[in-house]
């Protein structure tokens, strides 16, 4: 009894209910004829999609930056890379990687710029993050509309000029990451190991890298700036270091992301994407000032568990989609949780 | 302590550097808009009526330190219910918006005590909290409209209701109660409409906050906002003077959207409370407020710069570039970027003065 207690107290009632839905989900759907194989590798999929996002949280989070809501800059870097690998007609993995390569420069100015920003607003981080990320959002839109991109699968037909609203990848690099060792059983169930094996790399370099002596300094430095200074961390370059890392790795993750969805989504496409990145990593156990890998794994599954079942069991039940709203609820209601949850922490 | 004439300088460009950059891009985007001086002049005067009363509900939660109240969608929220019953059961004109009013009220007042009991758990943090909060009651809004309506909750106009028999459709229409606020006595001057029984409204709020700044509560919302600390051990509910200042900005901001609506007529069901929040924050700080500071000026003030440039930027944009979109994108990047500025000054000032305090304690300099 006194384990089950321990072990409710250390993952919170938050949680421990989102997974009994989620498992609730999964009980009811073949009862309501939705093909369990089909819902997980709904799932999978969507795992691997967001898994990148999510763990782009982290870094920032470990550093004392609190969540970042800012994401948005570092996915318009991805758009950025997206796009000009379309332009440059490259195709397969190549196409891919390109994207990568020059999201990546974009990303790390865009992180610097960012960092300085936060840096000067210590303390009022989250709020700012979101409007950055809004108003940057806002500015690409007039961006789309007046960059020189030409390529015809890309610009609006009859005006020859100006990013299409949604791009199809399809004939460029669709699913080039996703298909690298991939296999399908039987009908319905298809497993993206390349997207799989990329996102495990990732997070094992993450590992890697909190565990080197800067990723130590920059956890120092969000459990206890003072303390930090004290042993002579530079504060202010850590931060800046943590947010050009998850502004470069929001980059990656669209990319990757968009390789498996088949469309680059432009204009307000990013606006909220921020969101569900956020409510995921806290769905897994994070909390506003610590945030573990795990958390990002566990809380994507969880997320994008709740995301794929609802609508395909809640439909057949209710013969209404209600997926939208459940979406809203649970992902601003774990936001909210874990905003005034730390604070009573905190507050003796 | 005295500042130099350069210092005065500088300050002031700081704390008005948002209405300064307004007035500029005004300046230069009327002429090239191409609008007439009174079709602006009647359109601003239309704006005060409507947008006004949204904004001035953002000022007490600001006296009493809790910042910019993005929680304000959920005052709106309950005004737009009350909106729908009143066009269920067909009541129109004044009495119709009355009845809302008093419908909507209670609804309010309940959730504004949620909203501030929420924020009292995330002292520090308010702005980012209700901000979340307005995104997770637009879901239970969403919940109870869309799904709850017409199934738990009768409604009777079939007009009202989604074909397939429970749920508000996605634009409600108000043509009960349509201008009957603005209309109740109005008069032109030199061509252009004033809507006098909205401004009164308005005036009658106005004095409203100015003696209420004076009472007993209103000074200890002062004083909560200044050093929540010092206000306790004074012997002030800090947590209860906390609540009652967001439960009366939810109460306002929900009389706010019902006369918001009345001026447009039509409600986006699912969209309107969320656009009232946004546009409030960004005129209430292109005005020159701070999450600190605003004044009833800064109100009038910025509904004016704000709308002016909503109305302009898309001709201006369309004249000068040749493409209409690009000037409401434009529009729509100048209410966030406002919005980010007035935030990042504000922290920067903040985080400014604390480095100073703290210099000051080392000895050092």
């Known amino acids: 009894m006194g384990r089950i207690k321990s072990f409710i107290e250390a993952a919170g009632w938050?949680?421990?209910?989102?997974?009994?839905?989620?498992?609730?989900?999964?009980?009811?759907?073949?009862?309501?004829?939705?093909?369990?194989?089909?819902?997980?590798?709904?799932?999978?999929?969507?795992?691997?999609?967001?898994?990148?996002?999510?763990?782009?949280?982290?870094?920032?989070?470990?550093?004392?930056?609190?969540?970042?809501?800012?994401?948005?800059?570092?996915?318009?870097?991805?758009?950025?890379?997206?796009?000009?690998?379309?332009?440059?007609?490259?195709?397969?993995?190549?196409?891919?990687?390109?994207?990568?390569?020059?999201?990546?420069?974009?990303?790390?100015?865009?992180?610097?710029?960012?960092?300085?920003?936060?840096?000067?607003?210590?303390?009022?981080?989250?709020?700012i993050a979101t409007y950055v990320g809004f108003s940057s959002v806002a500015f690409m839109c007039i961006m789309w509309l007046l960059l020189p991109y030409k390529s015809p699968s890309m610009v609006w037909g009859y005006a020859g000029t100006g990013l299409r609203t949604t791009i199809s990848v399809d004939g460029y690099w669709i699913r080039a990451i996703s298909d690298f060792l991939s296999f399908q059983y039987g009908k319905y169930f298809y497993f993206p190991t390349g997207m799989f094996l990329f996102f495990a790399l990732l997070c094992f370099l993450m590992w890697l890298f909190m565990r080197t002596k800067i990723g130590t300094a920059m956890t120092t430095v969000g459990s206890n700036p003072d303390y930090a200074r004290a042993s002579g961390v530079n504060v202010d370059r850590m931060r800046t270091i943590s947010v050009i890392l998850s502004t470069v790795l929001g980059a990656v993750g669209i990319i990757v992301y968009e390789q498996s969805f088949g469309f680059i989504q432009l204009y307000m496409g990013p606006f909220t994407m921020a969101f569900p990145a956020v409510a995921a990593i806290l769905i897994g156990g994070a909390s506003v000032n610590k945030a573990t890998i795990l958390n990002v794994v566990i809380g994507t599954i969880l997320f994008q568990g709740i995301l794929t079942m609802t609508p395909s069991v809640i439909n057949s039940i209710v013969q209404t989609d209600m997926s939208e709203v459940v979406r809203i609820v649970v992902s601003n209601g774990m936001i909210l949780y874990a905003l005034t949850r730390v604070v009573k922490v905190k507050s003796r | 302590m005295k500042y130099s004439l350069r210092e005065q300088i500088s300050h002031f460009l700081v704390q008005y550097a948002v209405p300064i950059i307004f007035v500029l891009l005004s300046i230069v985007a009327i002429p090239l808009s191409r609008f007439s001086t009174e079709y602006l002049v009647q359109e601003m005067v239309a704006r005060l009526a409507r947008d006004s009363f949204l904004v001035l509900s953002l000022l007490i939660p600001i006296m009493a330190g809790m910042g910019l109240n993005f929680g304000m969608v959920l005052g709106a929220m309950a005004g737009e219910i009350g909106l729908i019953f009143i066009t269920d059961w067909n009541v129109m004109g004044v009495q119709g918006m009355l009845l809302a009013m008093i419908i909507s009220t209670p609804l309010a007042i309940l959730l504004g005590w949620m909203c501030g009991a929420i924020l009292n758990k995330a002292k520090g943090r308010e702005m980012v909290t209700s901000f979340i909060l307005g995104f997770f009651m637009n879901g239970v809004y969403q919940l109870v409209v869309l799904y709850g309506f017409g199934n738990i909750i009768p409604i009777k106009n079939p007009a009202l209701v989604l074909s397939r028999g429970f749920g508000i459709r996605n634009v409600t229409n108000l043509a009960g109660i349509r201008h009957c606020l603005d209309d109740l006595f109005s008069f032109n001057i030199m061509g252009i409409t004033i809507p006098a029984a909205t401004f009164l409204l308005i005036g009658a709020f106005c004095l409203f906050i100015t003696w209420f700044s004076r009472t007993k509560l209103g000074q200890d919302m002062r004083a909560v906002g200044q050093d929540q600390d010092v206000a306790g051990s004074t012997g002030i509910p800090v947590e209860r003077t906390r609540i009652i200042s967001i439960v009366i900005s939810t109460v306002l901001a929900c009389y706010g959207q019902i006369i918001f609506l009345q001026n447009i007529g039509t409600m986006n069901t699912y969209n309107s409370?969320?656009?009232?929040?946004?546009?409030?924050?960004?005129?209430?700080?292109?005005?020159?407020?701070?999450?600190?500071?605003?004044?009833?000026?800064?109100?009038?003030?910025?509904?004016?710069?704000?709308?002016l440039m909503f109305v302009v930027s898309p001709m201006a944009g369309k004249y000068l570039i040749g493409e209409a979109q690009l000037g409401e994108f434009f529009r729509v990047f100048i209410s966030y970027g406002v919005i980010a500025i007035a935030l990042v000054l504000y922290s920067w000032r903040r985080h400014k003065e604390r480095e100073r305090a703290r210099r000051s304690l080392r000895g050092a300099e």
Request: hydrophobic letters at 60%; proline letters at 4%; aromatic letters at 8%.
């Open chain 2, 273 to 307: 409370h969320e656009q009232a929040g946004m546009f409030a924050i960004a005129s209430l700080l292109v005005g020159g407020a701070s999450v600190s500071r605003a004044t009833i000026p800064n109100v009038f003030l910025g509904v004016i710069l704000f709308h």
């Open chain 1, 14 to 127: 938050p949680r421990i209910i989102i997974a009994l839905f989620l498992l609730g989900l999964f009980v009811i759907a073949p009862f309501v004829e939705v093909r369990v194989d089909a819902s997980i590798s709904d799932t999978l999929v969507r795992f691997g999609m967001n898994g990148v996002m999510v763990l782009a949280m982290v870094p920032m989070v470990q550093a004392g930056c609190g969540l970042n809501f800012g994401l948005p800059l570092g996915i318009i870097a991805g758009l950025l890379g997206a796009v000009t690998s379309v332009e440059l007609e490259l195709t397969g993995i190549l196409g891919v990687l390109a994207a990568m390569c020059i999201a990546i420069p974009i990303a790390v100015l865009f992180g610097w710029a960012y960092g300085l920003l936060l840096n000067r607003v210590k303390g009022g981080e989250m709020m």
